[in-house]
């Protein structure tokens, strides 16, 4: 059941690579973000998540970089004048738990010591339920961190 549900992440997160730009020319990384924890609170458009300091971040094709950054860096995407504030992004929820998926639209997150907290619009799917291990799949990440281009 694991490696199904391993499976059901590593074919989400592949399949959201895919629907990139398709430029290979373009200059400028696409960055997807990978957050894995366990659910701590779900209500109506809010979910949190119990997860430690650092996510996975990695780009499509063609640069194929992987890189571990902070929560703090993703929170700060949605903060006045962050990228993520002027169009939110997409995620995929992979419940491992349950083995379904729930496509939502990330309108804003905040941290709380190890716990992130979303508001989202389901797109498509239901929440999670309390207590079960999740994978959230964010895509199209800011290209720059605090003024720096990550990339």
Not at 14 to 37: H, K, N, R, T, Y
Not at 40 to 62: H, I, K, M, Q, Y
Request: hydrophobic share 45%; proline share 4%; aromatic share 6%.
């Amino acid at each position: 059941m694991r490696i199904r549900a391993g499976l059901a992440v590593a074919f989400t997160t592949f399949a959201l690579a895919a629907c990139g730009s398709g430029d290979s020319d373009e200059a400028e990384a696409g960055w997807l973000l990978v957050l894995q924890g366990t659910v701590a609170a779900v209500g109506d458009g809010t979910l949190s998540l119990a997860t430690g300091s650092e996510l996975l971040a990695f780009t499509d094709r063609p640069q194929r970089l992987v890189e571990y950054w902070s929560v703090e860096t993703l929170i700060d995407a949605w903060d006045e004048g962050g990228d993520f504030a002027a169009s939110p992004p997409n995620a995929v929820i992979v419940d491992e738990t349950d083995e379904q998926t729930t496509v939502v639209e990330i309108l804003d997150a905040s941290l709380d010591a190890d716990t992130i907290t979303f508001t989202y619009a389901t797109l498509e799917g239901a929440p999670p339920a309390l207590g079960d291990t999740i994978a959230v799949t964010i895509d199209a990440a800011p290209t720059s961190v605090n003024g720096q281009v990550t990339d």
